[in-house]
């Protein structure tokens, strides 16, 4: 076992080694490790704390006791189902009840609906898939006001929406014919470990060859707790945290086929989307390219978006089936006015404006630096909940693989990176790009959104970590610190007050390293005509002297102000340059990924080795409920 650093110090104190996981009876081979990576999704579910009891329990049993619970527990039930139903949640079958006294009712002349009952309308907006509702009030869009438009992302929803809800049929992955499913196996005892939890747990969900597992923090002993193999590689996966408790998890699992997991490892139940053709070509199916990158989509119970190595994403809904679709190509004779040339680019397909002033019509290919070629799916949007089919729509975004992306805190904006070096600002609500920055130099592999969604990180082949503003369409600074291409970044939402910021990255050159920087110490260069094309909306002063309650994120697009899609990098004398705070030498694998949980810091290597480390004392004891889920 390679040495590991038994702590390392940050300003707020010493982050002390406390585990590692391994793949058990898991044999990752270099190649496959280069091309599929360990990825680490993680979770903390806080459980309701056991009742001890001071008497015997055999004395308990004589006396009655465990009647007594049983009858207890059946109490707290009833009161539970009472509570769904006085909120309108009631369960299947009392809806079928409900269908069947409202018919009797019609025939005896009783309606008890009104025309107009507002609660009738709302409870069926909310249970239907159609994604055509508008923005939620709550989100806070500066900017003037404005008819909210018909977006693909609902507004968010009671978590207490649950699976019971969810029209797809799931299977039970221990007992499936499936070929894709190859072998599941589980701890001993795994229901009752799980039966036994009390306090706070912090789950992991990693992936090592073709192997699925899944972990704890300071569990006892090596065992996993669960490992799915599949016939191919997951390459990617994340965790809906919206319906995250004690009794499921809404996982979902891309692969190098393609396919789509969507799995509960507590229920070990499944379901699978965008399902690959068999030899008998029968199955339809959006995309037959590898899955490279999927997150859900925050605050949203069913939609959940990928990203694949041709360059498109796809928004999916967990509850639909897959239907026929086929994406329309980004090129063809649409006769379009070449777009002005950005500064050092070239049009490609455009001639020469006529020196009347006039732009000649042409046939031009799609430019993926400035525009966002959308497919919308005609089943996926509007008419019958079962008639409704995935995806709900497609993007194509560049024409090289897509690498990750990452939501906005409001979820209205999409940040994604690509092989072809360039950062993309998707607004997503209204499917159209916003602006695309170049790297310094190569692709760009990981993005990161800071928790007040005023700043953007990307890492990549430069060897840099690059802090964008977004609403300032400009670069803040530049990260120095790592001698080989950055794997991960990551915001460490603990350490982030809106006035300062902490985050860490992982790279090839096997350091992990963690950063801090305050507003008020990044200072704006001397302005440059390429940044100042947005000044009526975006702050030209010292990011130091912002207010503290100032909107996470603005409102970038805006009707009538001038608008240059493409930024290229600027030099080195633009921009500020950072050092990290802390620097962390591992021996071993390549480091991928980086991650922060409430309690711990985690770093995986390429081929699927785990490493924990504590936080301080101080700093879990006074943030460790804020990120929480409870059940």
Known sequence: MADVPTAFVAPEGSYSFLEEHKPHLVTVSAMNAALYPTRISSITIRFQTKATSSVAPGLTALLG????????????????????????????????????????????????????????????????????????????????????????????????????????????????????????????????????????????????????????????????????????????????????????????????????????????????????????????????????????????????????????????????????????EPHGPEIVSPPLPS??????????????????????EWDPLSNLFVTPNPLGLGGNEKTLKNPVSHWKVSKKKILDFVFSPDVRYVAVVSEDGCLRVIDALHERLIDTYSSYFGTLTTVAWSPDGRFILTGGQDDLITIFSPSEQRVIARCQGHSSFVSNVVFDPLHCDGRTYRFGSVGEDNRLLLWDFSSGALHRPKLNSAFQNRASISSTISLGLRRRNEPSTLNLPMDGVPNMVYHPAPSRNDVSVLQPIQATSLDGDLLTRIEFTSTAVLASTRAGLLRVWSRPSAVRQAHGRDVTITS
Request: aromatic share 8%; charged share 25%.
């Open 343 to 364: 500064p050092g680019l070239s049009s490609k397909g455009a001639t020469a404006a006529p020196s009347s002033g006039y732009q000649a019509a042409t046939y031009s």
């Open 65 to 328: 006791g465990v009647k007594d619970a049983r009858a207890k527990e059946k109490e707290k039930e009833r009161e539970r189902e009472r509570e769904k139903e006085a909120v309108g949640l009631v369960s299947n079958k009392d809806r079928e009840r409900e269908g069947r006294e409202s018919i009797s009712s019609s025939d005896n002349g009783l309606d008890e609906r009104e025309p107009g009952d507002l609660t009738t309308l709302a409870t069926s907006t909310q249970e239907t898939a159609v994604n055509m509702s508008t923005v939620d009030s709550s989100v806070n869009v500066p900017g003037p006001p404005h008819f909210a438009p018909t977006t693909l992302f609902p507004p968010p929803l009671n978590s207490s929406r649950r699976r019971s809800q969810s029209s797809r049929k799931m299977q039970s992955i221990r007992t499936t014919s499936s070929s894709f499913v190859t072998r599941l196996q589980t701890m001993e005892g795994l229901s009752k470990v799980l039966g036994n939890q009390s306090g706070e747990a912090t789950y992991l969900f990693y992936n090592a060859s073709k192997s699925f597992i899944w972990t704890q923090i300071g569990q006892k002993g090596k065992e996993p707790l669960a490992k799915v193999t599949f016939s191919a590689f997951p390459a990617c996966h994340d965790i809906n945290k919206v319906t995250a408790s004690a009794d499921h998890l809404d996982v979902v699992i891309g692969f190098s086929t393609g396919d789509i997991i969507w799995f509960d490892p507590i229920t070990s139940r499944y379901a699978r989307i965008n399902k690959q053709p068999t030899s008998s070509g029968t199955t339809s199916n959006v995309s037959h390219n590898a899955c490279t990158s999927i997150r859900w989509v925050p605050s949203s119970v069913n939609l959940f978006v990928a990203g694949y190595a041709d360059g498109t994403m796809v928004v999916f809904d967990r509850d639909r089936e897959d239907g026929h679709f086929t994406p329309r």
